[in-house]
């Protein structure tokens, strides 16, 4: 026996609008107890529709049922391992969404005066204050609305520091091994960067950054763990380098789960860098959700941050708009609200102890994977990484086999596909990432996979290249999928 939405149990979800039948609806609305009015007379005919709107005719429980099973189609973290490198695929504890669904936080408005969310502004205050103290920072504030935004707040600073003093410097110095947004973030802000070349071992030189420092730089912009997912080990040099130059340091800190409670930016040097509370602090990243990249700067740079800061006079909290060298506001209100609980609450929960192990585990986890993979894969940084491990299709270029298709096959086999083709400077990257959430089991069953599709690579080819088979829809054409999306199942299967 089947429904006609399921074929045994996979789904195969029809957009709504077909699932309308003429009439029918999920709403009862009692008898109307006041006057009708006329549309007619009331808006211009212009604004008046002709025809009902096009919206499907359905029952509460179709409705349920319809978006359940659509969102059944989605892979994500509740459901099983997702090692997208760089993107911190962790399971969050379902604690911090207690906390953030919380009424007397989710009934709160933006608009309610202060004395009305001492509450909120002290959760605000506090998270403030453990962020500063895990990453080194005077000063942080809470209201960019994600990692890339953080990093432009960070710039607009940087840019306003300078300005402060008398001058306009224009350039960035962004290494090979930063991530995407640093040099997008700094166009947007009107910076020119200068990329730098990484060495051997995977890191930036301090002579590299030496040869290439001026007046005009503002900046040097590091990615930490860089995409190799490597510590940069000259960072304290460089960072003297760079002031000595009257430039300043920014730290991409997205990835700051490799680093917490081992390593403050701020101690090395640092003078501005954004945390992800969606990656490291009790809330997923992706999926289009809401997230939040604060950002953290040194005593020097505190001036200029948003408005408003939240501050504690005595026993009570304030929101400080009158900060005159102050960037202005970045985000509506305070920022993402939501998000600050998850993060409070993620951190509350763990305490210095066990946010020191998450990192200590996550690296910990990417080693094991290392030390597994080198066996059977490229690892182009074998001896060494912190919490997310790069290799690559290299030594599978007789076999026709890329990086694609492993991406594709683990997907058989009930797996996220990793982060792929990134970072650029390794060629048919895949890029790991496990996490301090995943148990040795899984992390064994996710080895076994990828060491079954290396070896059918070497056999038998064309498993490989023409996976994923048992998923509902099977390989498509990339380009075109995001294009001319087909909403439905085709005769050809696809
Ligand atoms: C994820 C990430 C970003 C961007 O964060 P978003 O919240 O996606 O904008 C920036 N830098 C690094 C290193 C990242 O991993």
Redesign the pocket.
């Known amino acids: 026996m089947s429904t006609p939405e399921t074929r045994a149990m996979i789904v195969q979800e029809m957009p709504i609008f077909t699932q309308t039948t003429p009439g029918r609806s999920g709403a009862s609305l009692p008898e109307l107890d006041v006057p009708a009015v006329d549309p007619a007379k009331v808006w211009p005919a212009a604004l008046l529709r002709r025809e009902p709107p096009a919206l499907p005719e359905v029952s509460e429980p179709e409705v349920v049922r319809h978006y359940v099973r659509a969102s059944s189609w989605n892979f994500h973290v509740d459901r099983g391992m997702y090692p997208l490198g760089?993107?911190?695929m962790k399971y969050n504890p379902k604690n911090a969404d207690v906390a953030a669904s919380m009424p007397a936080f989710v009934e709160l408005h933006p608009y309610q005066p202060v004395d009305q969310i001492q509450g909120a502004l002290r959760v605000m205050h506090e998270l403030e204050l453990y962020l500063a103290q895990v990453a080194g920072f005077a000063r942080v504030t809470l209201q960019p609305a994600?990692?890339?935004?953080?990093?432009l707040t960070g710039l607009m600073i940087i840019r306003r520091y300078h300005e402060d003093r008398g001058r306009r410097r224009t350039k960035v110095l962004i290494p090979d091994t930063?991530?995407?947004?640093?040099p997008a973030s700094c166009t947007v802000n009107g910076f020119s960067t200068v990329q730098l070349p990484t060495s051997q071992r995977g890191c930036l030189l301090p002579e590299d950054v030496a040869r290439a420092l001026d007046d005009d730089v503002a900046a040097v912009m590091i990615?930490n763990p860089n995409?190799l997912g490597l510590f940069e080990e000259h960072i304290a040099e460089i960072a003297e380098l760079v002031h000595r130059a009257g430039g300043l340091v920014y730290m991409?800190?997205?990835?700051l789960n490799a680093l917490m409670g081992r390593f403050r930016p701020g101690d090395a040097g640092v003078d501005v860098m954004?945390y992800?509370l969606?990656?490291t602090f009790g809330t997923p990243?992706?999926g289009g959700g809401p997230?939040s990249?604060p950002v953290g700067v040194g005593a020097a740079l505190a001036p200029f941050l948003p408005v408003p800061t939240v501050e504690k006079n005595g026993s009570v909290y304030t929101l400080d708009w009158d900060r005159p060298k102050s960037i202005g506001q970045v985000r509506a209100f305070v920022g993402n609200f939501g998000i600050l609980l998850r993060g409070y609450a993620y951190i509350r929960e763990l305490g210095p102890d066990g946010l020191r192990l998450a990192t200590d585990m996550a690296v910990l986890n990417a080693n094991y994977l290392r030390a597994q993979l080198k066996d059977f894969l490229h690892v182009p940084h074998p001896d060494r990484c912190m919490h997310e491990v790069v290799a690559s299709d290299h030594d599978l270029k007789a076999t026709g086999v890329t990086t694609l298709d492993i991406a594709k096959r683990l997907m058989d086999y009930g797996f996220h596909p990793p982060t792929v083709y990134f970072p650029l400077v390794v060629h048919g990257a895949l890029m790991i990432e496990p996490t301090e959430t995943e148990t040795p089991q899984t992390l064994d069953c996710f080895v076994s996979a990828l060491r079954e599709i290396v070896d059918d690579a070497r056999n038998r080819p064309e498993l490989v290249k023409g996976a994923p088979h048992s998923t509902g829809l099977h390989r498509l054409n990339e380009t075109q999928a995001a294009r001319k999306p087909k909403l439905r199942f085709g005769a050809s299967g696809e």
């Open positions: 760089s993107c911190t994600a990692g890339a935004h953080g990093e930063a991530h995407g947004t640093n990615t995409t991409d800190g997205a990835n954004h992800n969606h990656k990243h992706g997230g990249g």
